[in-house]
């Protein structure tokens, strides 16, 4: 590759999730202040709910944080791949520096962007640490962008390129075969392993009609990967592609994870290796929701072996991968933030209608899960006349 002169600032974007147990009610407010996750007719209302559900249901998602020992790793991790990131950049010749953006928790976009102008960087990489594209994770962050850069004249001239996704880019990959097939091998007999693909999962309505991407790059990324760990174990597993994290009364993508999980334990399916697809950093869906629910369920199904492949975190083939997107995206064409948050047709960004109840933009998801589900039903109290404190389970 060729060297990339001037300074390089290099910009993570994830969700964010609270760090201790006691950020977990203002983690949640900041999550239901944005009119992205819940809109409403009145604006003036979005504060004063957002602060009603944050207070009614972090009692309950504080005890699953303490399940993985009282808050979310997600920050630790992602800025340790920050570093090493940088320095994998530096070592190839590139004056790169990283930074970490969030969404709804600590380091803030905002805080990013003013580290970026601090610095006086010249270019911006925008690298979403969620491979495949999705209206609700990469978009929503693309236009959390998009929005800094329309109100700060210094932040809107700085050159960016950004990098969409990358679900088929051969080092991603490589890095997750490379994971997989280590598990495969600790089962008694490798070829006969179950692979189990367990993706974050989103409103059906998402895909069908407002054209989000993301089960396309889902499903091409787990053909892809099983086609490389053949060609590395010299044996086709036998695989399962299924979803997590549904929320409210829509019809989310299916097969649904635990749904998949007691049909293979019907089956006969005994030593189960399981993979978070969608996930590059260990949190709350990898380390509740999959090594605790999901195990348990698995294991009252019958299957006996049930092994986690751990997120990617800084795997230096991970590492190694994301350092070669960054060079591609400097010598090649710009692509920029509305480039990178395009859809195949118009999408409706606040949407009113069915699909509005499932709208879910947070990475740690237990959090959005459980106070969706309050205010869908605290939505449905008020409409039949009961109230919300009835409707939340609170009485």
């Given at each position: ?80 791949q ?28 905002e805080?990013?962007v ?56 051969p080092?991603y ?5 490379e ?74 993508l ?38 605790i ?13 049930f ?30 933030l ?6 195949p ?47 939340l389970?609170?009485?």
């Amino acid at each position: 590759m060729a060297k990339v002169g001037g300074k390089v600032g290099v910009l993570l974007l994830n969700l964010g999730g609270p760090e201790r147990i006691q950020d977990v009610g203002p983690f949640l407010y900041n999550l239901f202040s944005d009119p992205e996750i819940i809109r409403l007719p009145n604006p003036a209302l979005q504060k004063p709910l957002a602060w009603l559900i944050s207070s009614l249901r972090a009692g309950k998602s504080q005890e699953a944080y303490r399940s993985i020992g009282g808050g979310s790793p997600l920050r630790r991790i992602t800025e340790q791949q920050a570093r090493e990131l940088q320095s994998v950049l530096r070592q190839r010749g590139i004056e790169a520096t990283s930074y970490v953006a969030m969404r709804y928790w600590h380091p803030f976009t905002e805080s990013a962007v003013a580290d970026i102008k601090a610095d006086a960087i010249d270019e911006v990489v925008v690298l979403p640490l969620y491979p495949h594209f999705s209206i609700s994770t990469s978009g929503s962050s693309f236009r959390e962008l998009q929005r800094l850069r329309q109100s700060d004249p210094a932040f809107a001239g700085l050159p960016i390129r950004c990098i969409r996704s990358y679900y088929d880019d051969p080092g991603y990959i490589g890095a997750m075969a490379e994971l997989i097939a280590s598990e495969i091998e600790a089962c008694p007999d490798p070829p006969r392993a179950h692979v189990f693909f367990s993706a974050h999962g989103v409103p059906r309505s998402y895909v069908e009609e407002a054209g989000d991407p993301y089960q396309e790059e889902i499903e091409t990324c787990a053909r892809l990967i099983m086609e490389r760990l053949e060609s590395d174990l010299g044996h086709a597993n036998p695989y399962t592609l299924a979803y997590q994290s549904r929320v409210g009364p829509v019809e989310w993508l299916k097969p649904y994870t635990d749904e998949a999980l007691e049909e293979l334990g019907h089956q006969g399916v005994k030593d189960l290796v399981v993979v978070p697809i969608s996930f590059v950093s260990e949190h709350i869906e990898t380390l509740e929701e999959i090594d605790i629910e999901y195990r348990e369920l698995a294991t009252e199904a019958g299957i006996t072996n049930f092994r986690r492949v751990p997120a990617l975190d800084t795997t230096p083939s991970f590492i190694d991968g994301l350092a070669h997107l960054v060079q591609q995206a400097l010598e090649g064409p710009e692509v920029n933030l509305d480039q990178a948050a395009a859809l195949p047709r118009k999408v409706k960004l606040y949407p009113q209608d069915r699909w509005a109840w499932g709208w879910n933009n947070s990475s740690e998801v237990w959090n959005g899960r459980l106070a969706m589900l309050g205010f869908s039903a605290f939505l449905l109290e008020l409409i039949s006349g009961r109230g919300p404190l009835h409707a939340l389970g609170l009485l």
